[in-house]
């Protein structure tokens, strides 16, 4: 049988930052940046990337950040596919899946000079470092419906390259639906209206009235589904992060769909 990776993309929640919440946890602890918080071993673990790899004893390569744009992570899967670590796996027939989440489009990736490196920078939180490209960027080079045609270009190359590189993928919408012109193949559609995980979640456990609210994940409440989910445990009171049993239930939506291919 042939060995299977599972390589994922995505922002916080792939990545699974705040995964070691625990219910009546006290903010300070819940935030302890050397502890829980952002603890790689934690998010390996209990992140529903984790549990997928577990339940299919399958290993996991994971380029998702905490606050990652989707800039950053194209340029990332790109990188991976252009290094020896992706040749080696390709030279000893191992089968790749490639598991990729889109975020927030008010999030970019740019080379900054006075940093000398590349910068991510999120539009909705404010920085002191990088206010004033943030603010430059915003007012003259942000248009969320040009971010998603350009979304649109970037997933159906990126299908035509998996598919001619053998390599299996599935697309999701993290927390915001996008209207992507055209279909995109390969895309996890639990709604065509409301698709993303975020959503789909509200949904199963209940929620009718859901608003058009577009989540930024800046620690805000800026969606009636993201104080519904909080209060039902699926995401924690502090960051809005799924809690392990948010990212237990987004294991299973994934898994419909991920199973068909393993």
């Known amino acids: 049988m042939r060995d299977i990776v599972l390589l994922t993309a995505g922002c916080s929640w792939t990545k699974g930052i705040g995964v070691g919440y625990e219910h009546g946890m006290s903010q300070a602890d819940s935030l302890d940046v050397n502890g829980i918080f952002w603890n790689n071993e934690i998010c390996d673990n209990l992140s529903f990337r984790g549990i997928l790899s577990k339940k299919y004893g399958i290993k996991n390569i994971n380029l998702s950040k905490g606050g990652a744009s989707n800039q950053q992570q194209f340029r990332l899967i790109k990188q991976f596919l252009s290094s020896s670590q992706y040749t080696q796996l390709v030279d000893a027939g191992t089968k790749i899946i490639v598991l990729h989440g889109i975020t927030s489009t008010a999030r970019n990736e740019v080379y900054l000079n006075r940093a000398g490196k590349m910068q991510n920078l999120m539009y909705n939180y404010h920085t002191e470092d990088f206010q004033d490209e943030i603010d430059i960027m915003i007012k003259?080079?942000?248009?969320?419906?040009?971010?998603?045609?350009?979304?649109?270009?970037?997933?159906?190359?990126?299908?035509?390259?998996?598919?001619?590189?053998?390599?299996?993928?599935?697309?999701?919408?993290?927390?915001?639906?996008?209207?992507?012109?055209?279909?995109?193949?390969?895309?996890?559609?639990?709604?065509?209206?409301?698709?993303?995980?975020?959503?789909?979640?509200?949904?199963?456990?209940?929620?009718?009235?859901?608003?058009?609210?577009?989540?930024?994940?800046?620690?805000?409440?800026?969606?009636?589904?993201?104080?519904?989910?909080?209060?039902?445990?699926?995401?924690?009171?502090?960051?809005?992060?799924?809690?392990?049993?948010?990212?237990?239930?987004?294991?299973?939506?994934?898994?419909?769909?991920?199973?068909?291919?393993?």
């Open 140 to 262: 003259y080079f942000y248009d969320h419906d040009n971010e998603v045609e350009r979304l649109t270009n970037e997933m159906n190359f990126m299908n035509q390259f998996y598919q001619a590189a053998g390599i299996d993928n599935l697309w999701f919408d993290t927390f915001n639906h996008h209207s992507y012109s055209g279909i995109i193949d390969n895309l996890i559609e639990t709604n065509p209206n409301r698709r993303d995980l975020l959503s789909t979640m509200a949904v199963n456990t209940g929620l009718v009235d859901m608003d058009n609210g577009y989540h930024k994940s800046t620690w805000e409440v800026d969606s009636n589904r993201v104080q519904y989910l909080t209060d039902k445990g699926l995401l924690n009171p502090f960051t809005y992060h799924p809690t392990k049993q948010g990212h237990k239930m987004i294991a299973n939506i994934i898994d419909l769909y991920l199973k068909e291919i393993i």
